[in-house]
């Protein structure tokens, strides 16, 4: 499970086209290695699943070439043992050279074959032309951005959830929340994160991205109860009833089950990207690896 806020602005006279906050939640036993450009393609970066008979799965990833997908598992109560393994749609988009809604467009074809899930896709282009802009803050500062009319051309995201029963579509610039459900489904929790990610971006558009990565990683962080949860209890029944309460809250903390990951990605005006991991050490501490990659769009 995990869930995701991100605010896509391809036409931004701010200094960014896409913030991003993410929380992988899994089992602490299911084995997976941290953010790192992969040895066998060095343009593509994520974390890897390495579950027996899964390596190689990812649930987020980014490429030089700016491509970007993200994955989450739709909540149900039972699932089928003979579906398609839902950890290689992440990165058979990162490495096909194909866009995003063409590529979910295909995957939808085959959506009755895998257990729930949403997947977002990402495709940005660049070619900057510097202009100066003011972002609206209480503090407000100068930045340095990129033409709206000119720099973005191009940049998509995309969403298909295959219970949706809905054809892949294209997202219109704006903020949204995507967690075990579809696509801005209001369960409290996501509403509530949703909330506190819109406030934080807005307080601190202007941060550079090393200080808006940690005002960020804060939310995600937030360990506030989100009850009563009926929505969600409906949908997952047996499967969520006794973390229920726990699994309410945006950072999810069990014996045996809980928030591992949490991921920041910024791409810039002028296509530069931070992408930013931090990895639980120990489950029940506070202890944790922080990674952070900056790197520029190959156009």
């Given at each position: 499970?995990?869930?995701?806020?991100?605010?896509?602005?391809?036409?931004?006279?701010?200094?960014?086209?896409?913030?991003?906050?993410?929380?992988?939640?899994?089992?602490?036993?299911?084995?997976?290695?941290?953010?790192?450009?992969?040895?066998?393609?060095?343009?593509?970066?994520?974390?890897?699943?390495?579950?027996?008979?899964?390596?190689?799965?990812?649930?987020?990833?980014?490429?030089?070439?700016?491509?970007?997908?993200?994955?989450?598992?739709?909540?149900?109560?039972?699932?089928?043992?003979?579906?398609?393994?839902?950890?290689?749609?992440?990165?058979?988009?990162?490495?096909?050279?194909?866009?995003?809604?063409s590529y979910l467009k295909k995957i939808s074809l085959q959506g009755h074959l895998y257990n729930g899930f949403n997947l977002l896709t990402a495709d940005f282009r660049s070619g900057p032309k510097k202009l100066i802009y003011t972002c609206a803050s209480k503090v407000r500062r100068r930045v340095?951005?990129?033409?709206?009319?000119?720099?973005?051309?191009?940049?998509?995201?995309?969403?298909?959830?295959?219970?949706?029963?809905?054809?892949?579509?294209?997202?219109?610039?704006?903020?949204?929340?995507?967690?075990?459900?579809?696509?801005?489904t209001p369960w409290k929790k996501l509403v509530h994160g949703k909330k506190l990610f819109t406030e934080t971006i807005q307080k601190n558009c202007s941060l550079s991205p090393k200080n808006l990565t940690q005002e960020l990683l804060n939310v995600m962080t937030n360990e506030e109860i989100q009850l009563p949860a009926a929505d969600i209890e409906e949908q997952g029944q047996d499967f969520i009833r006794p973390i229920l309460k726990e699994f309410s809250a945006l950072f999810i903390r069990t014996p045996l089950y809980g928030t591992r990951t949490s991921t920041i990605i910024l791409v810039d005006a002028e296509g530069h990207v931070t992408f930013t991991e931090r990895c639980l050490l120990e489950p029940g501490t506070t202890q944790w690896k922080l990674s952070s990659y900056q790197f520029d769009l190959e156009m």
């Open positions: 499970m995990c869930i995701i806020f991100f605010h896509f602005n391809p036409n931004s006279s701010s200094a960014y086209r896409l913030i991003l906050a993410a929380n992988r939640d899994e089992f602490y036993s299911r084995p997976s290695k941290p953010a790192e450009f992969w040895t066998n393609n060095r343009s593509i970066l994520s974390g890897l699943d390495m579950e027996k008979g899964k390596e190689g799965g990812t649930w987020l990833g980014m490429s030089k070439k700016g491509k970007c997908a993200a994955l989450t598992n739709y909540l149900q109560s039972s699932s089928n043992m003979e579906g398609l393994g839902r950890g290689f749609l992440v990165p058979n988009f990162l490495t096909q050279d194909i866009d995003g809604l340095t951005c990129t033409s709206p009319k000119s720099s973005t051309k191009g940049d998509m995201m995309c969403y298909y959830g295959n219970k949706s029963h809905e054809e892949p579509r294209v997202l219109d610039p704006g903020i949204y929340g995507l967690c075990n459900s579809l696509l801005e």
